[in-house]
């Protein structure tokens, strides 16, 4: 799994639980940290669109121009409709909303 | 009377005209011709003065754009009426001319005098264009509190899904007894919880000054020992970036004034500038000003109407661009990446606010790689009622303005009690 997200006890949290649930993490905390990794094809991405150098929507779209095997798992902080909307446009493969909900995470995880 | 006859008549039976009768020196019907054209021109003179007067001073807008095309059509039409004078004068029919202009003067009277009726629709245009302009800024108000909101929601469940993730995490090291896992996402969990707090307070603050702010407790508040108070806070972190923290200026400036929303302004001023400054040195200067300078009595007390408080520093600097928004909420110049443990960007937006509460406000100069200056300017007296001083005053009238204007803002002990009277 690549996390990338920015806040460090999110990221270092999920780290932590993932590699429990026997995962093999690696984490990006900005898009620049994040497209190197995406080269070793991840088998999972877990993508914060709020990202310190740019919107994650454009590594969204890095990874379906590869056309890799990697399956996106949106998490967003966002709450109104509309924005909720924009994210599905952008057609990830899963979409949590934050707090992130563990066991809904595991169950996106494991699909 | 035959038709011909008073056709003839109209027509002069075909002989004279009006420059036969002025060769002729027929005075009478040249100056009915006079009188008639003088009194067309008054009247489109009037409704100009009208349409001019009323029309002035509104912005532009399209219903403003559409009078004047019809003011335009008819001013072309006016003029178009005088190029046929020459006409005129060569016409033999100037009896019907004249009966012609008698109409047209008094159409041209009637119009000029309901044309001042045009203040009313000058007055509604304006009116419409005030009504926009309201409407725009409740739009953009309403919109900057929906970002607002979703600024807050947002920065919300940053910490709180940290924590929520976190405590997952130290139930998973409880299970496996792994302390050192534990001890870290409990340290997460606390830095998560304290921004969450944080935040929060901000918000609540924030609240508090847009809606019904505290009313001001006034006391003689000494600015430099306020400044010095500070200072000290932020003395610790100044020590570890090797920077130096000064006062200079008029240290005896006094003030009447909140004293605790001064010291959170200038605890914010000052924590900036020793954050965002990796060397060289942040100042305080004070200064007086307004026109009550250097009114003193000889101890260079003399309380001017204000005094200006500037947080200098030799840090980053601020761009232009960023300067402008410095003061919304939410908004950072220096954190990209909005990480929360860099503060949310409300500090700046609540000191404003505080400020202008106080009758004050700040002012912001920068240059990117040569420092930023934040200048603090607040009134001698603020709005706002007396409180019972913390002993802050300095006991006795010393501070009182010496030029005999008989201000006496200064909190004076009683004999007695030891409590302090505020003599507004």
């Given at each position: 799994?690549?996390?990338?997200?920015?806040?460090?006890?999110?990221?270092?949290?999920?780290?932590?639980?993932?590699?429990?649930?026997?995962?093999d993490?690696?984490?990006?905390?900005?898009?620049?940290?994040?497209?190197?990794?995406?080269?070793?094809?991840?088998?999972?991405?877990?993508?914060?669109?709020?990202?310190?150098?740019?919107?994650?929507?454009?590594?969204?779209?890095?990874i379906?121009?590869?056309?890799?095997?990697?399956?996106?798992?949106?998490?967003?902080?966002?709450?109104?409709?509309?924005?909720?909307?924009?994210?599905?446009?952008?057609g990830?493969?899963?979409?949590?909303?934050?707090?992130?909900?563990?066991?809904?995470?595991?169950?996106?995880?494991?699909? | 009377?035959?038709?011909?006859?008073?056709?003839?008549?109209?027509?002069?039976?075909?002989?004279?005209?009006?420059?036969?009768?002025c060769?002729?020196?027929?005075?009478?019907?040249?100056?009915?011709?006079?009188?008639?054209?003088?009194?067309?021109?008054?009247?489109?003179?009037?409704i100009?003065?009208?349409?001019w007067?009323?029309?002035?001073?509104?912005?532009?807008?399209?219903?403003?754009?559409?009078?004047?095309?019809?003011?335009?059509?008819?001013?072309?039409?006016?003029?178009?009426?005088?190029?046929?004078i020459?006409?005129?004068?060569?016409?033999?029919?100037?009896?019907?001319y004249?009966?012609?202009m008698?109409?047209?003067?008094?159409?041209?009277?009637?119009?000029?005098?309901?044309?001042?009726?045009l203040?009313?629709?000058?007055?509604?245009?304006?009116?419409?264009?005030?009504?926009?302009?309201?409407?725009?800024?409740?739009?953009?108000?309403?919109?900057?509190?929906a970002?607002?909101?979703?600024?807050v929601?947002?920065?919300?469940?940053?910490?709180?899904?940290?924590?929520?993730?976190?405590?997952?995490v130290?139930?998973m090291?409880?299970?496996?007894?792994?302390e050192?896992?534990?001890?870290?996402?409990?340290?997460?969990?606390k830095?998560?919880?304290?921004?969450?707090?944080?935040?929060?307070?901000?918000?609540?603050?924030?609240g508090?000054?847009?809606g019904?702010?505290?009313?001001?407790?006034?006391?003689?508040?000494?600015?430099?020992?306020?400044?010095?108070?500070?200072?000290r806070?932020?003395?610790?972190?100044?020590?570890?970036?090797?920077?130096?923290?000064?006062?200079?200026?008029?240290?005896?400036?006094?003030?009447r004034?909140?004293?605790?929303?001064?010291?959170?302004?200038?605890?914010?001023?000052?924590?900036?500038?020793?954050?965002?400054?990796?060397?060289?040195?942040?100042?305080?200067?004070?200064?007086?000003?307004?026109n009550?300078?250097?009114?003193?009595?000889?101890?260079?007390?003399?309380?001017?109407d204000?005094?200006?408080?500037?947080?200098?520093?030799?840090?980053?600097?601020?761009?232009?661009?960023?300067?402008?928004?410095?003061?919304?909420?939410f908004?950072?110049?220096?954190?990209?990446?909005?990480?929360?443990?860099?503060?949310?960007g409300?500090g700046?937006?609540i000191?404003?606010?505080?400020?202008?509460?106080?009758?004050?406000?700040?002012?912001?100069?920068?240059?990117?790689?040569?420092?930023?200056?934040?200048?603090?300017?607040?009134?001698?007296?603020?709005?706002?009622?007396?409180?019972?001083?913390?002993?802050?005053?300095?006991?006795?009238?010393?501070?009182?303005?010496?030029?005999?204007?008989?201000?006496?803002?200064?909190?004076?002990?009683e004999?007695?009690?030891?409590?302090?009277?505020?003599?507004?």
């Amino acid at each position: 799994v690549l996390i990338v997200e920015d806040d460090p006890a999110t990221h270092g949290a999920l780290r932590a639980i993932l590699r429990h649930y026997g995962w093999d993490v690696s984490v990006a905390v900005s898009m620049a940290e994040a497209l190197p990794v995406l080269a070793t094809d991840p088998d999972v991405m877990l993508l914060d669109l709020m990202l310190p150098d740019g919107n994650g929507a454009a590594l969204l779209e890095a990874i379906r121009r590869r056309k890799g095997a990697t399956r996106v798992i949106v998490t967003t902080g966002a709450s109104e409709p509309e924005q909720l909307a924009e994210v599905q446009a952008l057609g990830p493969d899963a979409m949590l909303r934050k707090p992130i909900d563990l066991p809904a995470l595991l169950r996106a995880l494991q699909r | 009377m035959l038709l011909a006859d008073f056709f003839g008549w109209f027509t002069n039976y075909g002989r004279y005209n009006t420059l036969f009768h002025c060769m002729s020196e027929d005075v009478l019907w040249v100056a009915i011709t006079v009188v008639l054209d003088v009194a067309v021109a008054t009247g489109y003179i009037v409704i100009a003065r009208h349409w001019w007067a009323n029309s002035r001073g509104l912005g532009d807008s399209p219903a403003k754009r559409a009078l004047g095309t019809i003011r335009n059509i008819f001013v072309f039409c006016g003029i178009c009426g005088y190029l046929f004078i020459p006409v005129k004068m060569l016409w033999p029919a100037w009896r019907l001319y004249d009966i012609v202009m008698a109409f047209l003067v008094y159409f041209t009277w009637k119009y000029a005098w309901s044309s001042k009726d045009l203040r009313v629709v000058y007055n509604a245009i304006g009116r419409s264009e005030k009504l926009a302009a309201e409407l725009a800024e409740t739009r953009e108000q309403a919109r900057r509190k929906a970002s607002f909101l979703n600024a807050v929601s947002h920065d919300l469940r940053t910490p709180l899904n940290g924590l929520m993730l976190q405590a997952e995490v130290a139930a998973m090291a409880v299970a496996d007894r792994d302390e050192a896992l534990l001890a870290t996402s409990l340290a997460e969990i606390k830095a998560s919880a304290g921004a969450a707090a944080e935040l929060l307070n901000y918000f609540l603050e924030l609240g508090r000054l847009d809606g019904s702010p505290e009313e001001n407790k006034l006391a003689q508040v000494d600015v430099g020992e306020l400044v010095d108070q500070v200072l000290r806070m932020h003395q610790i972190a100044a020590d570890a970036a090797g920077l130096s923290l000064t006062v200079v200026g008029a240290r005896d400036a006094v003030l009447r004034t909140d004293r605790l929303k001064v010291e959170r302004i200038l605890r914010n001023l000052v924590g900036n500038a020793v954050k965002f400054t990796r060397r060289g040195k942040v100042e305080v200067r004070i200064e007086r000003c307004g026109n009550g300078n250097g009114n003193g009595n000889g101890h260079g007390n003399g309380n001017g109407d204000c005094v200006e408080i500037a947080v200098v520093d030799t840090g980053v600097g601020i761009s232009a661009e960023c300067q402008r928004q410095l003061f919304e909420e939410f908004f950072q110049a220096h954190n990209y990446e909005r990480d929360r443990r860099k503060g949310f960007g409300l500090g700046l937006a609540i000191a404003r606010r505080l400020a202008r509460h106080l009758g004050g406000d700040i002012a912001v100069w920068s240059e990117v790689g040569v420092g930023s200056r934040f200048t603090l300017r607040l009134p001698a007296v603020a709005p706002g009622r007396c409180a019972d001083s913390h002993g802050h005053g300095n006991g006795g009238g010393g501070k009182g303005n010496g030029n005999g204007d008989g201000n006496g803002h200064a909190a004076e002990r009683e004999p007695g009690g030891g409590a302090v009277v505020c003599r507004g």
